[in-house]
Nanobody, 128 residues
Framework: DVQLQASGGGLVQAGGSLRLSCVASGFTYDDYTIGWFRQAPGKEREWVSCISNTYGTTFTEDSVKGRFTISSDNAKNTVYLQMNALKPDDTAVYYC?????????????????????WGQGTQVTVSS
C-alpha cells in the first residue's frame, strides 16, 4: 500500500533551521507530485511547497519562498523540506502528501483535495 512518513520536526528558536523528510513507498509511478502542507492550531491546512516528478521542477508558496526549499533524493524515495530563518508563525504540524492523479491542469496543485495519500505529520514549533 502507499505510505508516506514525515519526520524531522522539533523545537527551534526563531531564526533557526530544520530539515523535514518524507519517505514514500508503495508506488512506482513516474508521474506524481509530492507536496508539503502545514496546519496550525485553529487554522485550515495550507499548501507550502511541492515537487513534481512529471515536470522535474519545484513550486513554493510565496510567503516562504527564499526560506524554504524542497528537494528530493529519488534513490532514497525521500523528499525534503529545508526550512531556514524560521518564524513563530511557521509553527504547525507539517504533512507530506502524494498527488497521483496525473491531472496536469491547475498546476501546481495547491488544494488539499488533489492529494490522495498523506503522511502522519511532524510537529514544528518555533519559539520567539
Amino acid at each position: 500500500d502507499v505510505q508516506l512518513q514525515a519526520s524531522g520536526g522539533g523545537l527551534v528558536q526563531a531564526g533557526g533551521s530544520l530539515r523535514l523528510s518524507c519517505v514514500a513507498s508503495g508506488f512506482t509511478y513516474d508521474d506524481y507530485t509530492i507536496g508539503w502542507f502545514r496546519q496550525a492550531p485553529g487554522k485550515e491546512r495550507e499548501w507550502v511547497s511541492c515537487i513534481s516528478n512529471t515536470y522535474g521542477t519545484t513550486f513554493t508558496e510565496d510567503s516562504v519562498k527564499g526560506r524554504f526549499t524542497i528537494s528530493s533524493d529519488n534513490a532514497k524515495n525521500t523528499v525534503y523540506l529545508q526550512m531556514n530563518a524560521l518564524k513563530p508563525d511557521d509553527t504547525a504540524v507539517y504533512y507530506c502528501a502524494a498527488d497521483l492523479s496525473r491531472r496536469y491542469s491547475d498546476f501546481p496543485p495547491r488544494r488539499v483535495t488533489r492529494y490522495s495519500y498523506w503522511g502522519q505529520g511532524t510537529q514544528v514549533t518555533v519559539s520567539s
